[in-house]
């Protein structure tokens, strides 16, 4: 009896594990997604995200501004907040679309959340000429082509993520308050708060949002579904130090780290190769000109080469 009452629990508990990902253990991090979501193993020739924006894009003049709909108006009803056990996600009811910008179609957008490191280490997911942002935010949204997520997942460009870059500075950013604040209503995992409707352009950076990266990749989080136009915006949001912070210290992941007080910090995933990935930059992008033709270095072919060992022995069983 107790025998098969163990092994029950622990078909219980390998299940449980089997379903959470986690970034700061070493049986559920990252580079063990792929132990539990095949999709997340990083394959040769395979489209993942996040990556590097290095040098080598090439300019692509039809890529102009998209057209973000709703984004200018305060939407009616709430919207809600969430802490999901890995970012906190604000749901966005159904006002908005993105489309433009070289998108196949109109997207509807669904929710927002957020990736940081912790008060030491930076915590974007994807870096720009290998520098990594304190922090970045994807408005992630489906093409309205689609009843579900699930169906959008089974589309290569069934989602279209913008992803932010956000940066640090002495001044706070009062429109990011409406979130920062209300972190701490849902420092516990499942925790989920009602948020008054704000415009969610003010969020954005006021000017240069024709300047951005695109290119074809994947969800950075379970199932990794490779799925997700990218747009990637050049210039960062700008937050306070303090408001930083808010992220850094007040999510909690599980109830262990919540009595522990080990708050939910550097939630971002590894960068992957491009391998034969175009990334475009839009028309109006500046980094081309102000680093064009600088060779790529030999430390970066190594780190590629390396990173290409490590996909093929990761496949053998
Ligand atoms: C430029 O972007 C448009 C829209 O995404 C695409 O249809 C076209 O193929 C791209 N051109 C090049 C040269 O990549
Ligand atoms: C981390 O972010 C800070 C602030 O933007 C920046 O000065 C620093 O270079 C970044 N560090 C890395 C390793 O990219
Ligand atoms: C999602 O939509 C697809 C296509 O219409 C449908 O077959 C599937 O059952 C839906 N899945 C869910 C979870 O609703
Ligand atoms: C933002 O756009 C303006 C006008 O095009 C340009 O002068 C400025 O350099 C851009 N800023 C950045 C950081 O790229
Ligand atoms: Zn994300």
């Known amino acids: 009896?107790?025998?098969?009452?163990?092994?029950?629990?622990?078909?219980?508990?390998s299940y449980i594990e089997a379903d959470d990902y986690c970034y700061n253990?070493?049986?559920?991090?990252?580079?063990?997604?792929?132990?539990?979501?095949?999709?997340?193993?990083?394959?040769?020739?395979?489209?993942?995200?996040?990556?590097?924006?290095?040098?080598?894009m090439s300019r692509n003049t039809s890529l102009d501004a998209l057209q973000l709909e709703g984004f200018e108006e305060v939407q009616g009803g709430h919207w809600t907040?969430?802490?999901?056990?890995?970012?906190?996600?604000?749901?966005?009811?159904?006002?908005?679309?993105?489309?433009?910008?070289?998108l196949p179609g109109l997207y509807h957008t669904l929710q927002l959340h957020f990736h940081w490191g912790s008060p030491a280490t930076n915590g974007s997911e994807h870096t720009l000429d290998s520098r990594r942002y304190p922090m970045e935010m994807h408005i992630v949204s489906m093409k309205s082509i689609h009843p579900n997520v699930s169906a959008a997942l089974d589309d290569p460009t069934g989602l279209a993520v913008l992803g932010f870059f956000i940066d640090v500075v002495y001044a706070d950013n009062v429109h990011f308050n409406y979130i920062s604040q209300k972190l701490s209503t849902v420092a516990h995992k499942g925790q989920v708060s009602k948020i008054?409707?704000?415009?969610?352009?003010?969020?954005l950076p006021k000017h240069n949002l024709s300047q951005y990266y695109r290119y074809h990749g994947s969800l950075t989080t379970p199932p990794c579904s490779q799925a997700v136009v990218w747009t990637v915006y050049e210039v960062p949001i700008y937050i306070s130090w303090t408001q930083l912070a808010q992220f850094t210290s007040q999510i909690f992941s599980t109830e262990e780290d919540a009595e522990q007080v080990t708050p939910l910090q550097n939630n971002y995933r590894h960068i992957h190769p491009k391998f034969s990935r175009v990334v475009s930059a839009s028309?109006?992008?500046r980094v081309l000109l102000a680093?064009?033709?600088?060779?790529?270095?030999?430390?970066?072919?190594?780190?590629?080469?390396?990173?290409?060992?490590?996909?093929?022995l990761t496949l053998v069983p």
Request: proline share 7%; aromatic share 8%.
């Open 1 to 13: 009896m107790t025998i098969w009452t163990a092994v029950f629990l622990m078909v219980i508990l």
């Open 25 to 56: 253990e070493p049986y559920c991090d990252p580079y063990a997604w792929g132990d539990f979501f095949h999709s997340c193993h990083p394959l040769l020739e395979e489209h993942h995200s996040p990556i590097d924006l290095d040098l080598h």
């Open 81 to 102: 907040l969430e802490n999901d056990g890995h970012s906190v996600v604000l749901l966005v009811g159904s006002g908005m679309s993105v489309s433009g910008g070289g």
């Open 196 to 203: 008054k409707p704000f415009a969610l352009m003010s969020l």
């Open 283 to 285: 028309r109006d992008a």
């Open 291 to 312: 680093t064009a033709g600088r060779p790529v270095s030999p430390s970066v072919v190594l780190g590629l080469f390396h990173v290409c060992l490590l996909g093929l």
